[in-house]
Structure formats: structure tokens, C-alpha cells
Nanobody, 117 residues
């Protein structure tokens, strides 16, 4: 079992930055692929970014590539999402997730990010 707790959300003006954190407990984080997802009001949850267990490989949704950076610190059991040049359309609840293979097995409770224009 893996427990995930997100933090770092808040209100920011367009063009600003936020850094989200995800604290993991329960298992050795390095075994898991970690990801960030988001869900805007009235929309389905969508993929944002993922990072391999070692941190050597990552992948981004087209909407955030070049603006967001995912990283991890396995020694601290932490995953981060650095969000730069934020846009109003980035407003959503952001979720941290973990998986070994296949489907995402574990989810956090989410943290709200609001970008004002």
C-alpha cells in the first residue's frame, strides 16, 4: 500500500509559478512510476506528467510540455511538479499517482491550483 499526500497548491496570477509536492509513504518509492494528473471543473481527469522510478525518463502532456517539470527524490520519498508560466486553463485539482505497471494504483487526495487572469 502506498499513501500519497499532495501540497503546494494555491492561487497565482497568470504567468506565475507554483511547485507542487507529493509525499509518499508505505513503500519504497523508487519501485513506482509516479505521475501527476489534473481535473478541471466539469472535465474529466487528464494526464499531466509522469516520471520513471529512477527519474531518468519523463513524459509530458502537450498542454504543459516546456512549462512544467516533474522530478523526484527517492531518498525523501517525494515527487514534485514545478509549474511555470501558468495559464488560467491550468486551473484544476492536481493529483499525484503511483503505479508499478499498467493502471495507476494509488492516488492522493488532490491539491487545488487556481490561476487568475
Amino acid at each position: 500500500q502506498v499513501q500519497l499526500v499532495e501540497s503546494g497548491g494555491g492561487l497565482v496570477q497568470a504567468g506565475g509559478s507554483l511547485r507542487l509536492s507529493c509525499a509518499a509513504s508505505g513503500r519504497t518509492l523508487s519501485s513506482y512510476v509516479m505521475g501527476w494528473f489534473r481535473q478541471a471543473p466539469g472535465k474529466e481527469r487528464e494526464f499531466v506528467a509522469r516520471i520513471s522510478g529512477s527519474g531518468s525518463t519523463n513524459y509530458y502532456a502537450d498542454a504543459v510540455r516546456g512549462r512544467f517539470t516533474i522530478s523526484r527524490d527517492n531518498a525523501k520519498n517525494m515527487v514534485y511538479l514545478q509549474m511555470n508560466r501558468l495559464k488560467p486553463e491550468d486551473t484544476a485539482v492536481y493529483y499525484c499517482a503511483a503505479k508499478l505497471v499498467g493502471a495507476w494504483d494509488y492516488w492522493g487526495q488532490g491539491t487545488q491550483v487556481t490561476v487568475s487572469s
